[in-house]
């Protein structure tokens, strides 16, 4: 199974919930969304343990089997096309969720996450 991690189920995975670790464990591939890396380390600019939680994340990304993802030309085509989906059906969820949502379709991933708001896009894969 490859796995792309969402902001909150990484932070729950550094404060040691099993769940998330055993998820991970079972991965064969971990993709951090570009989104996903920007949002920790603005999380970690505003915060006051700004260099341990980096030293933590770029520890976790140097991982054999973790991958950061950044958007291409497809990307745009999965989120121009989730968007009008949302729009169309009267819901919204944060742009920046949108961008993880068209990463995961495009690369086939199952997604990690505890965000309700995508419980509105059907076609992904929940873990």
Known sequence: MRVALDTNRYSDFIKG?????????????????FVVV???????AAGTRGQANETLLRDFLRE????VVFADAETL???????????????RIPSSDLWIAAIVLQHGLALCSRDS??????????V
Not at 38 to 44: H, N, P, Q, S
Not at 117 to 126: N, T, V
């Open 38 to 44: 920007g949002e920790l380390r603005a999380g970690f």
């Open 64 to 67: 054999h089997n973790v991958r």
């Open 17 to 33: 919930e099993s769940t998330v670790a055993e998820v991970l464990e079972s991965a064969d591939e971990i993709v951090m969304p």
């Open 77 to 91: 085509d999965h989120y121009a096309r989730l968007f009008g989906e949302l729009s169309r059906a009267g819901k």
């Open 117 to 126: 708001h995508f419980d509105h896009l059907p076609r992904i894969l929940r």
